[in-house]
């Protein structure tokens, strides 16, 4: 009986050894499916490939817990994973932290503003600015003295900032592109973005704003015309490549620094946002930064985000990690079509 009984449980070992060894088979095929999803997602850019990560990671989640459960029992499970959660608070935000002097020390490149210095996916490592003034000067940022009513007005009348430069194609400036197929265009203007929303394509000339309407700016734009490197077909597009602030003409310099900042509920666009300075405007005894991203058009103002008050200024990059950052914008669900991957701006104008 007892060796009948003994048999019966080497069996049954057997069988759960042979299950256990099933499992982790098929973990390790999650696992390489997984890795696998998120490459061609990087490479390819395919939606329903990040899709597949997305779901991938969280059955490989749930599976590892399950079993974890299983085999050690679900307070010893949950003890495992807070003291996982706390070393990597420590080891990758707390001790970075503190060594880095910032509060956010690692953020992830989710658009493809800043082609082709950081790409979407990126790891940035941030630096804390203890000093905006003595930053600025240690980088030669461009610095314009404006007064309290000048800065007011101007955030008073954001609209008037809305605008960027297209290319018009007839003589009433209604027929207008941001981009150039053929040198064959009348000229280059400013149009207003909130009125080219609301009119109809044929009144387009309506939305124009003209240089004295300019004038009459705080910040007056200029325009020009950069290369377009694109997959299918190069080109040319319409861009901002200086300002003037008051009588301060700025040029944009790509050895600035690259910033990130937090937007506010005013701002068009949310979320953090990983640009370069442009310029910097000292209103009193405070700075406001005006950035703009290498592969943008225009700056961040004229797309409705306000000048950035140094205080949501979370630091500047000192360092990027390729490719590293994907996992996080899957697990975040930012798997879709990003604009503006499909091209990049060249730096030198034509």
């Known amino acids: 009986?007892?060796?009948?009984?003994?048999?019966?449980?080497?069996?049954?070992?057997?069988?759960a050894q042979t299950a256990k060894k099933g499992i982790n088979k098929l973990i390790y095929l999650l696992y390489i499916v997984l890795v696998l999803c998120i490459i061609g997602y990087v490479l390819s850019g395919i939606v329903l490939l990040g899709l597949a990560a997305f779901i991938l990671i969280i059955a490989v989640i749930a599976i590892e817990f399950r079993l974890s459960v299983k085999s050690e029992g679900g307070m010893k499970t949950l003890t495992d994973i807070i003291v996982a959660v706390v070393a990597a608070v420590l080891i990758f935000w707390l001790i970075p932290a503190a060594v880095l002097q910032t509060g956010s020390p690692i953020n992830v490149v989710a658009s493809c503003s800043m082609l082709p210095v950081l790409h979407r996916g990126d790891v940035v490592v941030l630096h804390g600015i203890s000093n905006m003034s003595s930053f600025l000067a240690l980088h030669k940022i461009p610095v314009a003295n404006v007064s309290q009513g000048e800065f007011n007005n101007m955030i008073n009348n954001m609209q008037n900032e809305f605008i960027e430069p297209f290319a018009y194609f007839n003589n009433s400036k209604s027929d207008i592109s941001?981009?150039?197929?053929?040198?064959?265009?009348?000229?280059?203007?400013?149009?207003?973005?909130?009125?080219?929303?609301?009119?109809?394509t044929a009144r387009y000339n309506q939305c124009y704003v003209s240089n004295a309407s300019q004038q009459a700016s705080l910040i007056k734009y200029n325009s020009s015309i950069a290369k377009v490197v694109a997959p299918q077909a190069n080109g040319s597009i319409v861009y901002v490549p200086s300002i003037v602030i008051g009588n301060i003409p700025i040029a944009e310099n790509y050895s600035n620094p690259i910033i990130?900042?937090?937007?506010?509920?005013?701002?068009?666009?949310?979320?953090?946002?990983?640009?370069?300075?442009?310029?910097?405007?000292?209103?009193?005894?405070?700075?406001y930064l005006l950035t703009k991203g290498d592969n943008n058009a225009i700056l961040d103002i004229e797309s409705l985000n306000y000048p950035i008050n140094s205080s949501d200024v979370l630091g500047y990059v000192i360092a990027d990690v390729p490719y590293l950052?994907?996992?996080?914008?899957?697990?975040k669900g930012q798997i879709g079509n990003v604009p503006g991957c499909n091209q990049t701006i060249v730096r030198n104008s034509i």
């Open 260 to 287: 990130v900042y937090k937007t506010t509920k005013d701002d068009y666009f949310t979320g953090d946002i990983i640009h370069r300075v442009f310029a910097a405007m000292k209103v009193g005894d405070n700075y």
């Open 325 to 331: 950052g994907f996992p996080s914008l899957i697990i």
């Open 178 to 200: 941001p981009v150039i197929d053929t040198v064959s265009y009348s000229g280059i203007g400013f149009y207003n973005l909130a009125c080219l929303a609301q009119e109809p």
């Open 1 to 15: 009986m007892m060796i009948l009984k003994a048999k019966s449980h080497e069996q049954e070992n057997q069988k």
